[in-house]
């Protein structure tokens, strides 16, 4: 944990309940063992959506459409939510989960490899939920950005790898260690890019909020 693990139960009591197909939804993701964001995070999330209020939002890795549903209950009215997700089993389920939900109309699904999809899209987000592969974000990121309207948001999610970003590349287990140097390139990258203004957030694993600036 980034935050106190007493504060961050704390915080998590405070929380109202979402409906109960989304409730349901989380359950079965963490039953699964399906990695989905947290309850502190899904929280932050939600406000976020409610101030830049985006007509046009893309998920990179849907998983099985929990973040997807929960953020469609806070976007306005004639919203659009594009994702996308490669594993088989995962898109079976997120479709059978919008299904549910009633959001077959306000989420669209692709299947594939990200970086493909990414490179074949044309129209700009004016909000960009990044939560795939950590490994891959630092190649995500030049079509992130190139989607991203001016003044578009790009968050970015489980960011710190549970403390270990912090730490010397000998000091992580040696099969974390490609994943660790991709990461700590992606945050410089996040703060260096010149068409960014980032945000590093001790959130739950860690989240990146990035701005595009309008130049």
């Known amino acids: 944990m980034i935050v106190d693990e007493r504060m961050t139960t704390y915080i998590h009591s405070l929380e109202q309940q979402e409906s109960p197909v989304i409730e349901a939804i989380e359950q079965e993701a963490l039953k699964a063992q399906v990695p989905i964001i947290r309850k502190e995070t899904q929280s932050f999330l ?4 409610m101030i830049k209020k ?6 990179v890795g849907a ?3 929990f973040s997807a549903i929960l953020m ?3 976007l306005p009215e004639g919203s659009h939510i594009t994702t996308i997700e490669k594993y088989e089993k995962r898109i079976a389920a997120a479709r059978d989960n919008f299904k549910r939900a009633g959001k077959e109309e306000q989420i669209t699904l692709l ?5 493909e999809i990414l490179g074949s899209l044309e129209r700009s987000y004016d909000f ?7 490994g891959q974000y630092i190649y995500y990121l030049p079509e992130a950005v190139r989607l991203l309207a001016p003044g578009g948001v790009l968050v970015s999610d489980n960011v710190f790898q549970d403390g270990d970003v912090i730490q010397s590349r000998f000091a992580v287990e040696r099969r974390n260690r490609t994943i660790h140097s991709r990461m700590r390139e992606y945050l ?3 703060k260096h890019h010149e068409m960014l203004q980032t945000s590093l ?5 860690g989240v990146a909020v990035s701005v595009k600036k309008d130049v």
């Open 72 to 74: 469609s209950e806070y």
């Open 46 to 49: 939600k406000v976020l959506l």
């Open 128 to 134: 960009i939920f990044m939560d795939a592969a950590k």
């Open 54 to 59: 985006p007509l046009r939002v893309l998920e």
């Open 63 to 65: 998983a099985v459409g």
């Open 201 to 205: 957030l001790p959130l739950g694993d």
């Open 111 to 115: 299947e594939g490899d990200a970086l």
């Open 188 to 190: 410089y990258e996040l």
